[in-house]
């Protein structure tokens, strides 16, 4: 079920989301950042997943909540199991199939973000000082 909130004090849409595990709510999302509030339920995960180009973090906010993380294939099925509690924070690489589980029910924030290149600038000529004009 997906439900549309209007909250007149923030005068800003949000979108509610129920799952098999609990739910998930966006609060804020742009052109390079989505965060979400998602409340889960013990017993219960999300599907096993991957982002082509998204990182993907999970801040627990109460309860408990496993993350797993599978890796590269020549790593022979190595999964990589965290487990997060209030105020822990883990982050998962684009590209990882990945799966969040609850221990606890609880309450978590999962931002996903794209990462900049900082050094990404391709010079075609130099700065110079126009003549006539120093």
Known sequence: MTTLVYYKERKAMTMKAGKIWGQTELIHANGVLEFHRIEYKAG???SEHEHKYKWNGFFVESGKMLVRVWQDADQEGLVDETILGPGEFTQV??????????LEDGVAFEL????????????RT???????KK
């Open 126 to 132: 130099v700065g110079t000082a126009i003549k006539g």
């Open 44 to 46: 219960y995960k999300c």
């Open 93 to 102: 690489k684009p590209g990882k199939i990945h799966q969040f589980e609850g």
């Open 112 to 123: 996903y973000w794209a990462e900049f290149n900082h050094d990404d600038i391709v010079r």
